[in-house]
């Protein structure tokens, strides 16, 4: 006789919450690990806000508020690990905040994070590409001869081009089977570990010289004359936006746990592994960039080899032409750089389309009938790929005539994404304890306080990225964040109060099957 067929835990799980398995349940803890890795990327962060934050205070408020930032990063992930183990759904943190809400705020709370989430992940996806043609400008103009030899700067019809142009190419591999992503982001999380190794040994043996130690991690130095902050304390806050814009997309491996074996288990462990990876090679990295600094004043002059645009890019240039009298080698670890952009764009679509998905399951989205349709082989929401990329691409529209275009997305990116997992964790925080069920990760009595510092760690975090970030305030140097974001989720609140309030109810079952008290159920399909 034939033995029973083993159901997988995460899958057991997600039929006692009330929802049937749809997607193909394949990815491993390795290619989990790797998709969560991805989408926080080691360079994707720390790159192009490493100029402007060190520009504020100089090298040692970069260096230990890097240090200061993953110790509350830590926080967060260990919060979010701990729903995660109990909640193993595709919704992630949509499907936590209903459930953890209770009866009453339940709806509210899942539609709030929701919306944040996907506001913030679609965001995501053009913070990567405005970076990553930022990137690609900086190579364009050091392979055509630098900035001094009349080398080719992009202009910015050009420089939206390639962001539409990477948009375009990662909804095109998303629209590919699952195992098609999770092959590229091993791929990803292999390039960044091996190409991250290379360029932090590599570029300060590189270099003719090097900073003492004493400027790296006891230097501080503001610039009121460019940046119009003369409080040391306000530079030293903005020095941190780096590392806060940084030390995100952990969750990444949350929005995978339906396709994810033992997800209850992996999903954790992916996060908490993810964190704890990017905490010690980003520090790395940053140290690398600022033993390598030649000149910090020339960093920033228009006239330098990349017309001082790129940070990052001209410290490259100066240690291997300074060396070598060639630029080959920064061009080579500048695509190094590239490459992790293109990959963390690859993922974050695929995070940003699960979100839509999900919410689009539950009828949370207009036509939401459309968004929810999965390709009938391929197993992957295609139409929510498509939308994601198409709301990305009217982002970066106002590249062609606004100069503060990616402080506002990456203000926008910051505030949503970070901004949602403040929900399900603060109704963690303040529910009873006897009723959540927890899954085999559990902090037990830690619980309580560490939402609380992870939930104050959040709202300080989206404060710092409302604020304005260059004095005095221009039209042209304007942080539009506050406002976009205001317009987008008051309408977002008055659709909720108008309508939305009368028939959403939150995460939908689609399997008739009591779920337990945890999870809320009426019996009904619906969230009591």
């Known amino acids: 006789m034939a033995g029973a067929q083993v159901v997988d835990s995460g899958e057991k799980r997600l039929n006692e919450l009330g929802y049937k398995q749809e997607l193909r349940r394949e990815m491993t803890l390795f290619k989990t690990l790797a998709i969560s890795f991805s989408t926080m990327t080691l360079f994707t962060g720390i790159t192009p806000l490493y100029g402007s934050s060190l520009q504020y205070a100089g090298p040692a408020s970069l260096v230990w508020g890097w240090v200061v930032v993953s110790f509350f990063t830590w926080f967060v992930g260990i919060a979010m690990a701990?729903?995660?183990?109990?909640?193993?759904?595709?919704?992630?943190?949509?499907?936590?905040?209903?459930?953890?809400?209770?009866?009453?705020?339940?709806?509210?709370?899942?539609?709030?994070?929701a919306w944040l989430e996907a506001i913030g992940l679609i965001a995501g996806i053009g913070t990567q590409a405005y970076a990553g043609s930022q990137v690609l400008q900086s190579i364009i103009l050091l392979c055509t001869g630098t900035n001094k030899g009349g080398g080719y700067l992009a202009p910015r019809w050009l420089f939206l081009v390639m962001y539409l142009g990477l948009t375009f190419i990662w909804a095109v591999f998303n629209t590919f089977a699952l195992e098609v992503i999770a092959f590229l982001d091993v791929i990803s999380m292999w390039w960044q570990v091996v190409g991250g190794t290379v360029i932090v040994i590599m570029l300060p043996l590189v270099a003719k010289t090097t900073q003492p130690a004493s400027y790296v991690f006891t230097h501080f130095e503001t610039t009121p004359e460019v940046t119009g902050i003369s409080s040391g304390a306000y530079a030293v806050v903005l020095s941190l936006l780096v590392s806060q814009y940084s030390l995100y997309g952990y969750d990444a491996a949350a929005h995978l746990t339906e396709e994810t074996k033992g997800a209850d288990k992996n999903g954790p462990i992916a996060i908490l592994s993810s964190i704890g990876i990017i905490t010690v090679f980003g520090w790395v990295y940053i140290l690398a960039l600022t033993?390598?600094?030649?000149?910090?004043?020339?960093?920033?002059?228009?006239?330098n080899e990349t017309a001082g645009t790129f940070v990052p890019a001209q410290i490259l240039y100066d240690a291997f032409h300074g060396r070598y009298g060639s630029s080959t080698g920064a061009i080579v670890l500048l695509f190094i750089i590239w490459g992790s952009f293109f990959f963390g764009g690859l993922s974050i679509t695929t995070s940003a389309a699960r979100v839509v998905y999900a919410l689009s399951r539950d009828r949370g989205v207009p036509f939401s009938s459309v968004w929810r349709k999965i390709h009938p082989t391929r197993k992957v929401p295609g139409n929510a790929v498509w939308l994601c990329a198409a709301v990305c691409a009217l982002l970066g529209l106002p590249i062609l005539w606004i100069n503060v275009v990616f402080t506002a997305i990456t203000s926008i990116a910051t505030i949503g994404w970070v901004g949602g997992y403040a929900v399900p964790i603060f109704a963690r925080m303040v529910m009873r304890e006897e009723d959540f069920r927890p899954g085999p990760f559990y902090l037990r009595g830690a619980s309580r306080p560490v939402c609380l510092v992870a939930f104050l760690w959040i709202?300080?975090?989206?404060?710092?990225?409302?604020?304005?970030?260059?004095?005095?305030?221009?039209?042209d140097t304007f942080n539009y964040a506050p406002i976009a974001l205001g317009v987008v989720l008051g309408l977002i609140m008055l659709w909720w109060v108008v309508d939305a309030r009368k028939w959403f109810t939150g995460p939908v079952r689609n399997i008739d099957e009591q779920i337990d008290h945890n999870a809320g159920g009426d019996g009904n399909g619906n969230v009591k």
Not at 90 to 104: D, E, K, M
Not at 291 to 303: E, K, R
Not at 459 to 475: A, D, E, N, R
């Open 82 to 113: 701990e729903i995660c183990s109990s909640f193993p759904t595709t919704g992630s943190l949509y499907f936590w905040a209903a459930h953890l809400a209770g009866p009453v705020w339940g709806p509210l709370a899942s539609w709030c994070c």
């Open 291 to 303: 033993f390598s600094i030649q000149d910090f004043g020339y960093l920033y002059d228009p006239a």
């Open 459 to 475: 709202c300080y975090t989206c404060s710092v990225f409302l604020l304005p970030t260059v004095y005095p305030i221009k039209m």
